[in-house]
């Protein structure tokens, strides 16, 4: 059984640093890219970081030089550190575990269950 396991965040103050986290089990974690999404009310789900099995990252343009994707291959773990936290990064943040083919076909596909971040003084 696959499992993506965020930690939970509750409410933080505007400037304050977090670092949420992701533990994965059931899949062979090398192997799968992993990344974080957020969602807002009323909005589609999209891609705040993502980090490939071989090390690339990308990132939203309104996360870039502030948060840094990172993985522990060891402890089947992603982490997120999010430096410099504004009011609109309020949303809930989920985790997502992708393994594709060689030629970019989604072969599996799973989410954590999400955690809210709430940014405000």
């Known amino acids: 059984q696959v499992q993506l396991v965020e930690s939970v965040v509750v409410l933080v103050q505007p400037g304050v640093s977090l670092r949420p986290s992701c533990a994965a089990s059931?899949?062979?974690?090398?192997?799968?890219?992993m990344g974080w999404y957020l969602q807002t009310p009323g909005q589609q789900r999209e891609l705040v970081a993502n980090?490939?099995?071989?090390?690339?990252?990308n990132y939203a343009d309104s996360v870039k030089g502030r948060f840094t994707i990172s993985r522990d291959n060891a402890k089947n773990t992603v982490d997120l550190q999010m430096n410099s936290l504004k009011p609109e990064d309020t949303a809930v943040y989920s985790c997502?575990?992708?393994?594709?083919?060689?030629?970019?076909?989604?072969?599996?596909?799973?989410w954590g269950q999400g955690t809210q971040v709430t940014v405000s003084s």
């Open positions: 997502n575990a992708r393994l594709s083919s060689i030629v970019g076909v989604v072969l599996y596909n799973y």
């Open positions: 059931g899949i062979v974690f090398i192997r799968y890219a």
């Open positions: 980090l490939t099995s071989g090390g690339i990252t």
